[in-house]
Each structure stands twice: as structure tokens, then as C-alpha cells.
């Protein structure tokens, strides 16, 4: 590539949450060129420096066609994840975690200069104890019970292999937070409540209760910040990883203030309990085992974005996740399939 001519950015996964506000950063970085979006279903969304591409990472067979889609990149964001079917773990790992190894090996044969993977505050282990914030350099061992945090921590060796193995390509490795955004309400709803999970209900007249979960706070980060990030990872001489999030992290009483409700403590095991028991009658689509993991995430530390990437969140927790309940209320989405909404499903 020469330096006049800018970069060919080539983007798996690229119509989900992340993967749009991607797209819109990189249409406004001057040194990106063109873009090539990956994802299963061709969207009706139209950008000025992105053409789309379909291929199918947990496929055996579609190899070829996902290296040539590869060959000329100069740089390739892995965005790619399926949180369903939950129930069955074997089809999440093929997808997740053979579709990341078969990127990885068309990042390899083509030699592409720049891999950003997105990792996650899932594959980190267990927070400490007295609730200190986590650099970069905390074990990512994940939590053994859910299947996303096993999937995204066993990435984290897989890319220690492919580092070792080829230094030549400058890997960034992302781990941010909850992040949310108006647009990716109504896929985030489907995901995490069900599809049948009527947004409207999430109004204060309707919810005057709020249960007080011992242990609950985490941390959110509005969508297009997170993109922010990951834009500047790609044009800026770094390596390794970034925890990205916004401060400060969201309690009970932040949570009952923004849905106007009133908190009341229940213990975490009877909250567990009618999780598993909707989860057995697949009433819910979110496991137990993932409740358990997010009581144990860290807080993260972002010091090395801000210093490094010169990253700043634009908005505050509250604020992120605000626009995630307006959306829910509204059916808001987008025009892609994983965040089609009522005005776009």
C-alpha cells in the first residue's frame, strides 16, 4: 500500500453492534480507503467506502472464498460472534471459535500487516476482592461455567500462538465492557431476554421494583466510543491489548434512579434460580451460568487507551446505557439483520 493511497480495511461481523459503528468511524478517517464488510446476510446498508461481502465463518468449506476476501487487506478487524442458539454450546464454539482460527489462518497466508480482534471483559478471570480496577495484565482465564467467557478466553491463547508465530503482524487486542447503543437495543433484547420480551415494559409505571443483586456493578460504554477505539488501534503503532470503558461503573441504585423504580434486596440465589428454571424451560435465552459470570467480571482500567490511542469516552455510563433503554422502548435498529428493529424487521 502506498501511504497516498490509504487503507484497505476488511471487517468480520461487521453488520452487528460493533461492526456499525465501525463502519461509520471509518467513513469519517481519512486514512481508511475502502472497507469490506464480512457478514452471513448481505444488509440494505449503504455506506460510501464499504461494499459487502457474504461468507459464513462457521462453514466448513467456505475457506477459499473468506481468503480471497483477505488476500489484499491491509489490515482486518475480527468482529464475528454468535451468542445463539445458547443452548447449543458445540454450534456457538464452531462459529466463535473455529471461525476465529480460520480468519486467523487467512490473516497468515496473506500476511496482513494489522489484525484488531475483539475480545472481551468476559475472558478475564474473576475480579479481586476488594473491587480495584484491572489493567491489561490480569489473568484472562474467564469464567469456566459460561460459554461465552470459555470461548473468549480461549481466544486470548490462541492469539498468544499467532502472535508468537507471526510477529510480523501487529495485533491489538480489544476488551471493553457492556456497550450499548440505541440501535442495538432490540438485538441486545432479543439476545439477553428473549424475542418475546416486549420492550414496552421497560417503563417505570410498569417496573416500580428493582431487585438488589449483591455484587451487581459493571461497567458501560456507548458503542460508538468503543469504535472510536478500535478505528485509532488501526491507524496508530500499537500492539496488544486495551481494556475500554467508562467510569463510573453502574450499581443498583444507578440502575433503579434511570428506570425510576425502587430497589429492593433478594438474594442472588433465588434470582439464579428463576433464571435456570426459565433457562431449562427455554423460557430464557440467557444461561444462569452467564449470571453467575457477570457478578464476577472485574472493573477494567483503561489508562493505556487514554494514553496510547489518546481515547476519551464521549459519554458517561449512564448516559450509554440510557440510550439502550430508549431503544428498547422505541423497537429501535438498524438496517442489518442482527440489529434489525420495528422500523427496520
Known sequence: M???????????????????????ALEREPRIASVLGLARRRPALTLSKTEWAEVDLSMEGDEPRLAQYIADADAVVH???????????????????LGTLRVLDAVAAARVPVLVHASSIGAYSPGPG????????????GWPGAAYTREKAYLERVLDTFERDHPTTRV???????????????????????????????????????????????QALHTDDAADAYCRALVRDVRGAFNLAADPAIDTAALASLLDARAIKVPNGAVRGVLSTAWKLRMAPASPDLFDAVLRLPLLATE??????DWEPSMTPVEAFGTFLRGVRAGSGDATAPLAGRRFG
Open 2 to 24: 502506498k501511504a497516498s493511497e490509504g487503507l484497505r480495511v476488511v471487517v468480520t461481523g461487521a453488520t452487528g453492534n460493533v461492526g456499525t459503528s465501525l463502519l461509520r
Open 79 to 97: 468482529l464475528a460472534w454468535r451468542f445463539h442458539p445458547s443452548h447449543d454450546v458445540a454450534e456457538t464454539w464452531r462459529s466463535n471459535v
Open 130 to 141: 476488594n473491587a480495584a480496577a484491572v489493567s491489561e495484565s490480569w489473568p484472562t482465564h
Open 172 to 218: 491489538v487486542r480489544m476488551r471493553p465492557c457492556f456497550l450499548f447503543k440505541e440501535e442495538s437495543a432490540s438485538e441486545q433484547r432479543r439476545i439477553f431476554a428473549g424475542r418475546y420480551f416486549p420492550g414496552g415494559l421497560m417503563r417505570p409505571d410498569l417496573l416500580p421494583l428493582l431487585p438488589e443483586l449483591k455484587g451487581l456493578r459493571f
Open 304 to 309: 493505556r487507551a487514554r494514553r496510547e490511542l
